[in-house]
């Protein structure tokens, strides 16, 4: 049996174990209220308890940084961020028509005002930059992000992602990953990552519904 193979395996027993216990509440909570209320309606709750448990560390250690999420969609962990660490600046990048060939249908049915409406609240501290990733990121090189998710679902924006966002991760900072395990899109993710760091993995994978991985720079 391959390291990948019992990996794969200690997931699907973790898994449900997870569930159960995110289910019925961690008992004591590290993060507010309003964490623990997203929590509790979201239908991916370890992932989402991961990441609250995530902004609630650089918020209590005080690491600076902006907060980027590449590949929004609709929205709805964009007003997660936005609402659980308000005072961070949040870059939402997207191109809001979906995958740039056009084979690929979905991602489509939203927008950037629809995002916008979505997360609600003060919007002064929400940039959005709709269209082709890196394109959208010109004029932020010397920006430093103490939280990243990447969600971009495919290889090459993955891979342009950690390109972009690592050497700008601070130190203490956390960078996210969705779909790592997730077959769609011929395991692009996963594939990025084996690229762009080769045999160190620095990452480690949750087991949230479709596979994320987290890592933390150290």
Known sequence: MTLRTTAKSLARQVTPWAL???????????????????????????????????????DLENIDGAMAELGVY???????????????????????????DGADA???????????????????????????????A????????????LDGDRYDVTLAGLRFFMPRLVKGGYLFAHDFNNPESDRGVSKAFAEYFGASKPYVEIPDRWGSVVLRCA
Do not use: C, W
């Not at 997203?38 to 989402?48: A, C, P, W, Y």
């Not at 609709?74 to 740039?100: I, K, N």
């Open 74 to 100: 609709r929205g709805e962990l964009s007003r997660v961020l936005h609402r659980l660490s308000p005072a961070r600046t949040l870059y939402l990048f997207d191109t809001f028509a979906g995958f740039q």
């Open 138 to 149: 010109e004029g932020l090189e010397d920006e430093r992000f103490a939280f990243v998710m």
């Open 20 to 58: 159960r216990f995110v289910n019925r509440g961690m008992r004591y909570p590290p993060y507010d209220s309003a964490a623990a209320e997203e929590v509790k309606t979201s239908v991916d709750k370890v992932r989402l308890a991961t990441i609250a448990l995530a902004l609630r560390t650089i």
């Open 106 to 136: 979905r991602f489509r049915d939203t927008s950037a005002e629809l995002v916008r409406r979505s997360v609600g609240g003060d919007h002064t501290k929400v940039q959005i930059k709709e269209g082709y990733f890196p394109s959208t």
